[in-house]
Nanobody
Framework: QVQLVESGGGLVQAGGSLRLSCAAS????????VAWFRQAPGKEREFVAA???????NFADAVKGRFTISRDNAKNTVYLQMNSLKPEDTAVYYC?????????????????WGQGTQVTVSA
């Protein structure tokens, strides 16, 4: 099975940018659909973005136009580029994988999860 490890989180001021990485081991990530979810304190985990095996993407309305998701198959990594960050983007960000087609937007569609990386956006 695939193991996923997130990195790239940190503290950034509002309006700034961060790039999160989701690195895979154990399997070739290009064979997996990958998504990012986030969970803010006191809130349920929510969908952020997804990329299918074929490269199609989905984004939550809250991040459209600010976040992009991409793959680097040579590095076995999926990225989440986050621009124009807002304090409400503060959360633990998780990447998730599934070995089927489609850029699903629901948690239950994903079988494999990383441990998460903290993103904090200050006002």
């Amino acid at each position: 099975q695939v193991q996923l490890v997130e990195s790239g989180g940190g503290l950034v001021q509002a309006g700034g940018s961060l790039r999160l990485s989701c690195a895979a081991s154990g399997r070739t990530l290009s064979n997996y659909g990958v998504a990012w979810f986030r969970q803010a304190p006191g809130k349920e985990r929510e969908f952020v973005a997804a990329i299918s095996r074929g490269g199609s993407t989905n984004f939550a309305d809250a991040v459209k136009g600010r976040f992009t998701i991409s793959r680097d198959n040579a590095k076995n990594t999926v990225y989440l580029q986050m621009n124009s960050l807002k304090p409400e983007d503060t959360a633990v960000y998780y990447c998730a994988g599934r070995a089927v087609f489609g850029a699903a937007v629901v948690e239950t569609a994903y079988n494999y999860w990383g441990q998460g990386t903290q993103v904090t956006v200050s006002a």
